[in-house]
């Protein structure tokens, strides 16, 4: 089991950064795969970033180029750095984690989620 806490949401203006978050309980944070899912309003929840056991990293689309997802194991945590942001990343942005990701792009496959974090980008 792992419960994941994010942090670091807030309100920036387009062209600015941000810096989520994840801080995740447990001894075995290592053996986690983790992601970054976000959910815009009125819009299905959808994949923005993952980092697994090996650093291996996988973006979305829309946010390659200026999304970076990281991790450090030492302190069981997970980041995910947004540059350039645009009023389309409006979202709240949700951290999962689970043993084994197959394909780190559908939610299905992480156990365990956060409770989010909301990220507003104004124009």
């Known amino acids: 089991q792992v419960q994941l806490v994010e942090s670091g949401g807030g309100l920036v203006q387009a062209g600015g950064s941000l810096r989520l978050s994840c801080a995740a309980s447990?001894?075995?944070?290592?053996?986690?795969?983790m992601g970054w899912f976000r959910q815009g309003p009125g819009k299905e929840r959808e994949f923005v970033a993952a980092?697994?056991?090996?650093?291996?990293?996988f973006y979305a689309d829309s946010v390659k180029g200026r999304f970076t997802i990281s991790r450090d194991d030492a302190k069981n945590m997970a980041y995910l750095q947004m540059n350039s942001l645009k009023p389309e990343d409006t979202a709240v942005y949700y951290c999962?984690?689970?043993?084994?990701?197959?394909?780190?792009?559908?939610?299905?496959?992480?156990?365990?989620w956060g409770q989010g974090t909301q990220v507003t980008v104004s124009s």
């Open positions: 999962a984690a689970s043993n084994l990701v197959l394909f780190a792009a559908l939610e299905g496959q992480y156990a365990y």
């Open positions: 447990g001894r075995t944070f290592s053996s986690y795969d």
């Open positions: 980092i697994r056991r090996s650093v291996t990293t």
